[in-house]
């Protein structure tokens, strides 16, 4: 293919591009894990979605997880000076620029399983979850391990009392007075020994158990005595007062942990407090899940009230979405619907159902959302998604009803351990209607014309009376666990967990592995939009406008790259991050028209900026409706991408060409509409 070279390359300064990544502004909340403090600013290590800090005492968080691994668990925090330390489910990670990046801070530590992490002195301590304790002498550059006379290796916390040096395990509590070079239990008294959290308040010592409440020491450990029937979480102390989190609520001591009472004004009804952090007098409760809104909460009079603080704190792992109308609604793994009307600008709770919101799917009228059956499984909302009823008679009582279809009049629900059921009644009632289909663990259902074809961990199963019975249909499909369907045209695409994509053109009879360009070999989610088909994957979203043929990153201010959902709503596609919530982006082929006036003639403008990298925005006029292509290709005449397919009316337009995934480069594009045609060349320079 011949291109013609209608224009020099130059460069000028462009505009703001519109289709990068902006996260939206939820949904909030999650559950903190941790908290700490340096100065005024206090942060909060979260469960999937890195550290937030905040230094307006709560009332804006912002994220600050640059260089932690996607996913991890931040399960506790320490601070040295103006240094941060995090312990992980990968390590101990370590800050020192107030969080704006974060190193690893591994070597020597043989297990990177890490529950807590502690500074006593110029010592750094390390409690891991298999190896017992680690001891770093230079802010974590090095450790070694430090676990003699510790019979119990699953090490929860710390604290300190002058030179002793303690640690709470499932097998009690240990006590060093040599830097942690030995250890000895200390249980004397302790009538449960499952120990989650200490702290010292006016030199008595406090150990939260699993079961057995708050025990206290005044003899160094020597002996112990209290407890009541609450499993204690953690214990934060601010000057003479104890503060207790439990699966009960916050309870608080005014007399170093002899009595307690409860200090939940505020707080949600299912009390479920998990973590404790101070800032001055201020305290902050982590709460997770469980039928309520997990976040930060905080209380500025030593507990007498509480108040939600999460505004820019987004820890939550969104699950599903659904388009109804001009409402856009989200299913978190915490159980949480939200609803938004402007792609993610504000965000509306709607309902808590108590476990992970799991699909959710449009039937006229009706709206259907799956949960975990622990929860009823199906529920239904006839009123636009404002109330919802149970809608889950004779569906199983264990699993998540992962995906939901329609076909006709017949609903199915796929379950994550015992396959499919139907409904020929509304959702009314269900049956299981599995003949045919050897794997029951059924992660995504999609109607494809006549057909209904299922996605599980043994492959494709297709059904052509509506799901009454199912055949295999694997040829060509070297990777069997099927995550996500979807299809775009003729073509049907699969997502699966460690072959990447695979297309079909024949209704799923026969498959083809379709990955150039695609890194990620874990896809979770699929969407389509016109010509281009998106995969959100373990590495991010990856864009193909040729079914499939090729696939380009389209990553660019997306800081959480570990997709669980996509879904086109508007012009904007929207991504459920794995800890981070929806974030949006315009589709990469999204078209805007600058100017209704009706040009004098078809006009291709040169690229700007140009060089780029990697994203350049291109101008064209349309003189007549009609249809309009713009392509990209490389120097060789592939096709790399279709920036535009679609009938355009007269006037000027704008587009945007995202090249993450390709290489530095010439590259032309085309303008071609009715009779006109030309092309220009840009550079990409990475």
């Not at 550290?51 to 601070?79: E, K, M, N, Y």
């Not at 304790?133 to 119990?152: E, H, K, M, R």
């Not at 409440?213 to 112990?224: A, H, I, L, P, Y």
């Amino acid at each position: 293919m011949k291109l013609l070279l209608r224009a020099t390359i130059f460069a000028i300064v462009a505009p703001t591009l519109y289709a990068d990544w902006t996260q939206t502004s939820g949904p909030e909340g999650g559950y903190p894990m941790s908290f700490a403090t340096v100065g005024t600013t206090i942060y909060a290590g979260s469960f999937a979605g890195g550290v937030f800090r905040s230094s307006d005492d709560g009332d804006l968080w912002v994220w600050s997880g640059t260089g932690l691994p996607i996913g991890i668990q931040v399960r506790s925090l320490a601070t040295d000076g103006t240094i941060l330390y995090a312990g992980t489910s990968s390590g101990v990670y370590k800050s020192t620029n107030g969080g704006d990046a974060w190193g690893v801070a591994n070597t020597g530590l043989s297990s990177t399983n890490v529950n807590a992490v502690f500074v006593q002195g110029s010592s750094l301590f390390a409690g891991t979850a298999n190896r017992g304790v680690f001891l770093s002498t230079n802010q974590g550059s090095s450790w070694a391990i430090d676990t003699v006379g510790l019979s119990s290796l699953v090490v929860r916390c710390f604290s300190a009392n002058g030179s002793s040096l303690f640690v709470g395990t499932p097998g009690g509590v240990f006590r060093s007075t040599d830097n942690g070079a030995t250890w000895a239990i200390a249980n004397a008294g302790l009538t449960n020994i499952d120990v989650n959290t200490m702290a010292l308040v006016n030199g008595v010592l406090l150990a939260g158990t699993q079961g057995g409440g708050v025990f206290r020491s005044t003899d160094n450990g020597d002996n112990w005595s209290g407890g009541q029937i609450d499993i204690t979480l953690a214990i934060a102390v601010i000057g003479n007062d104890a503060f207790e989190a439990t699966l009960g609520g916050i309870m608080r001591s005014t007399d170093a942990g002899l009595t307690w009472s409860p200090a939940n004004v505020g707080i949600p009804p299912t009390n479920n407090t998990r973590s404790l952090g101070v800032l001055g007098t201020t305290l902050f409760v982590g709460m997770g899940n469980n039928g309520d809104k997990a976040g930060v909460y905080r209380s500025t009079d030593l507990g007498g009230s509480w108040e939600e603080k999460n505004t820019g704190y987004i820890n939550t792992l969104v699950n599903a979405f659904l388009v109804n109308g001009t409402t856009l609604f989200a299913g978190n793994s915490d159980g949480a619907l939200y609803s938004t009307l402007n792609n993610g600008t504000t965000w509306t709770p709607i309902k808590n159902f108590g476990t992970g919101v799991s699909a959710l799917l449009l039937n006229g009228a009706d709206m259907l959302l799956g949960t975990g059956t622990s929860a009823g499984g199906v529920h239904r909302s006839t009123d636009g998604g404002t109330t919802w009823v149970f809608s889950g008679m004779g569906l199983p009582t264990s699993g998540f009803m992962r995906a939901l279809a329609v076909t006709g009049t017949t609903l199915l629900a796929g379950n994550s351990s015992n396959g499919v059921y139907r409904s020929t009644n509304g959702g009314a009632n269900w049956a299981a209607s599995n003949s045919g289909l050897t794997n029951t663990t059924v992660n995504a259902l999609l109607v494809d014309g006549a057909n209904v074809l299922a996605g599980t961990n043994d492959g494709v199963f297709i059904s052509a009376n509506s799901g009454q019975n199912w055949t295999v249909s694997n040829a060509g499909l070297t990777s069997l666990t099927v995550q996500a369907l979807a299809s775009n045209g003729s073509t049907v695409f699969a997502g699966t967990f460690g072959g990447g994509v695979f297309i079909s053109t024949n209704s799923g009879a026969n498959w083809a592995a379709s990955n150039a360009g695609l890194t990620a070999t874990i896809v979770r989610a699929l969407a389509a939009s016109g010509a281009n088909t998106f995969a959100g994957t373990s590495l991010g979203v990856f864009s193909s406008t040729n079914s499939g043929g090729d696939w380009t990153a389209v990553n660019t201010g997306l800081f959480n790259t570990s997709i669980q959902s996509l879904i086109i709503s508007g012009s904007d596609l929207m991504a459920g991050t794995n800890g981070n919530g929806a974030w949006r982006r315009p589709t990469t082929t999204g078209v805007r028209q600058t100017d209704a006036t009706t040009p004098d003639a078809f006009i291709l403008e040169q690229n700007f900026p140009n060089p780029f990298n990697p994203s350049t925005t291109i101008v064209f006029r349309i003189a007549d409706f009609g249809p309009v292509f713009i392509k990209v290709f490389d120097m060789l005449g592939r096709e790399v991408a279709t920036l535009v397919n679609e009938l355009l009316h007269a006037g000027t337009y704008q587009t945007m060409f995202d090249a993450s995934g390709l290489a530095s480069s010439v590259y032309y594009y085309t303008l071609s509409a009715g009779n006109y045609s030309e092309a220009k060349r840009m550079l990409l320079l990475k």
